[in-house]
């Protein structure tokens, strides 16, 4: 029927329907069927045409809450048109399903009830919940909280935005106050609008929260969820990324971690073009070097196979790099306890200083060459680092074939390197004894936060003479290689 006549037709039978008497049970029976065999036709045929086609037919899965009034129900459900449906009832509620079922054509198959306590929201809450994993998830499932208590909307509205479907009610813009009915033909379905979706807020703050404790993975995929649903994705991608490339730089995934920041920082600059104030516009300097540094790092990768450690340990770029990104990583692991895994990067750290300041003088730490060092003869070398030796560990020891961590400073020292100029080598010992002895090396112990303090302030100072050597700004460099404290730039 066209829709101009069904209106028309809707009108006269609902003048009808106002008119009649229910001064006795036995009038208002009459006209509740009268009601339910001629104007519910009529309403649910409009009430399709109207509302249907808003919605694409795009639901795979519907859940209702049935109170006192089935008509609601028999809407949305025609509506909506979903493949599955469950009906959430009360004991009360019980007989108005053979209503539902007859005026929409549910198949068997095609319906679930469950009584539960109109009373309990959790109880309501668990139900849908159930049943969304029962169904395997459906990316595009409905709840219309119509019907029911208070309680049962409750709690379908904390499912629903549990599993992100989206909300429905059947609302209405005329109000027969006698009949207390909606007048028929004015109901509408009115989706409830997700705040999380719209402004997503709160969701982004989440994962803020999950950037400033080095949850990368748990960050990008609420950005990555904000993207998809957000009016505006612009900012979400821009947080996705940043830690997308964050997360792939703190696991040194160097190659990843290049490719994302060289997204991120085309995505700002294209972004501030429009508006100078946009998110991280500020910081694009910043991002740059940091992009620098990542390329760095992503060739030596990519190209390491095809030079020597010597020949790497002579590249002031690549060097610097790497000893910043273990330095860094270090603090990062030091803002979450765990002290252990930091001084782990420290140790490489004061490893690393060690075999580039050997590699100026042509030493290469896995297969030494003493005949290639200039500026010394073997022999001399040889009684330096004997006497070394001998004081600080307690025996007369040849030059060695592979050069260890300490070893490598006793040869710093016996070269009169300026790096271990007032260098304390007993202390030194001392310190890499400690970690030595940690349980994520060949002992039992762990790092006390004492311990960790010295070691650490040993490293710093090495790592800042070796850096000074080299004409390098630390407190520059620690700058460009810090992670961006996302949480002071959003406010």
Known sequence: MELGKLEAELEEKTRKWSAFPRTTEEERNAAEEYYEQEIMPLLRELFVKREASKLGNRYEALILSLGTSWQPLVLSISAINPKKVLILYTEESRPLLDKVWAMTGLSAAQVETTQVDEQNPLEIYEAVKKAYERWGKPRHIAIDFTGGTKAMSGGCAMAGALIDADLFYVGYQRYMKDLRRPYPGSEQLVLIPNPYEVFGDLEERRGIQLLSEYDYAGAKLIFARLERH???????????????????????????????????????????????????????????????????????????????????LLDKEVVVAVMMVLYSNALRREKQNKLDMATLLLYRLLEMISQASLAVYGIDTAAPDYSQVSGIAVEELQNYYRQLCQRYKSKDQALPAQIALFDGYLLLAALKDPLVEGLNLKRLRQQIEIRNNNVFAHGFDFIKPKSYSLFKEMVNKLLRKYLEGRQLDMERLEQVYQFLDIASEVG
């Open 230 to 312: 957000v009016p505006d994705p612009r900012r979400p991608e821009i947080l996705r990324l940043l830690a997308e490339a964050y997360g792939a730089w703190d696991n040194m995934n160097f190659i990843d971690a290049a490719d994302v920041m060289q997204q991120l920082v085309a995505r700002v600059e294209q972004y501030s073009r429009m508006d100078k104030n946009f998110l991280l516009s500020r910081q694009l300097p910043l991002l740059r070097e940091q992009q620098r540094v990542l390329e760095i790092l992503s060739s030596w990768v990519q190209e390491k196979k095809k030079k020597s450690s010597l020949q790497y």
